[in-house]
């Protein structure tokens, strides 16, 4: 790590990557067509009638797929979260940062707008020479050009973005007649902004100084974790092609001028560093056009010997995450539409039950219903197992709303002639309709719950 001797006080240089092909380049060019698709595609997606990933605020539930997500199943986002972490932990452990190299949306999307940069004002070399020379016609062209570009790049992905949060169908439409809301104008207003400023200005600083990705994965590392890294023992001491005595490296400064990043390789393993392998496909072209290996900066492992998998870390990061994801697996699966608890209050004096002067007796039950629809319904309360017995003190069938979570008192009153002990039955609820009939059509999500119910 470079840290010492860093002035984080220096105003920032800034960086005028050089553009080159190389193996790991096509990789990556690949893999960010695919994320990239994946995440403008996403949210076209349609699921049962209704966009399949939706983060819906004001309706302050979450869509994914079949899944429903209330507020009260935040142990959902933490679970998966927690699982992403462990995720990434893991890759870390085993690959270094191929994550911030290869799939991190900073990255991509940065390169995205480099690229575009690159069609309005050339390579390296013609971008410095444009930043330097005075303000022409030509240069305000490019540059408007340019603005021009990102603008668009960044509206798309602004309404992209927006289309997590509001329906992205109903976005387009709305659009598409000259209909705009203040939310709508605000999300994709907010994210076009954040994307030109994250893609066009910011850059490589957001890695740098806000991520803190970049700050532990010292902590991640270890001597098996893979890195890209310059062999100095080769290199050094570096020297022009003419040099007789110099090592591997001719001291060309490509690896320098294609980094993202703007830092020197062949000063060591830096924070800075999001192993993108530019460095790599930079120095393979050097090597192969001076007839020398390739190889001088590649993949490799602090400790210089292949990485073992099978160590305690990535074993220990490996168990958690296949333990979370069952866990995750079995909770979506048990999950039922709707949510039914009751316990049996106590009576004041320490009583159980209560009997009336005609000989029926009463229990007094807490019920907790929730409705993990993503729309409201309606839902009568029964008994089973219990003959005779009827629900008083609330008002039968109950509403719910899409997330609501109700607690309600119930009377159970059960005639007189019902044996003394404690009897198991089932308190029901069922889904109805209107005129009080179960709705057609679907899979039943009635649902019950055991209780007990004591005849002194
Ligand atoms: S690209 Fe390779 S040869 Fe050129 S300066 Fe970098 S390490 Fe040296
Ligand atoms: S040093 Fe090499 S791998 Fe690291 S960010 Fe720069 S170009 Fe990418």
Partial sequence: MNLPGVDVTAARQKVYPRQMDGRFRRLRNFLSVYLQGLLFLLPWWQWQGRQAVLIDLPGRKLFLWGLVLHPQDTYFLHLLLISAALTLFCVSAVAGRMWCGYACPQTILTQAFIMVERWWEGDRAARIRLDRSSWTASKLGRKLGKLASWSAMGGFLGLTCAGYF????ELVQQALHGQFNTAMVATVGFFTALSLFQFGYFREQFCTYVCPYARFQGAMLD???????YNGDRGEPRGKLKDPNRGSCVDCTMCVQVCPMGID??????MECIACTACVDACDQIMDKTGQPRGLISYTTLSGEPGKLTRPRV?????????LI???????????????????EMLPGGHLAETTPDGQVSNIFSINLVNRLAHPTRLQLGTQGLPGAQLMGISNPLDLASGDVTQTRVIVLVPANTSRGVHKFF?????????????KGGTDISCQKEATFVVP
Avoid: K
Wanted: glycine share 10%; charged share 15%.
């Fill in 166 to 169: 509001l329906p992205i169908r």
């Fill in 223 to 229: 001597s098996d974790s893979l890195i890209v890294a």
């Fill in 265 to 270: 390789i062949r000063q060591g393993l830096q």
């Fill in 315 to 323: 074993v220990i990061y490996l168990c958690l995450l296949v333990g």
């Fill in 326 to 344: 069952g866990l995750l697996g079995y909770l979506i699966f048990n999950r039922t539409p709707l949510g039914l608890d009751a316990v049996r």
């Fill in 427 to 439: 308190f029901t609820a069922r889904p109805i309709d209107s005129d009080g009939a179960q709705p």
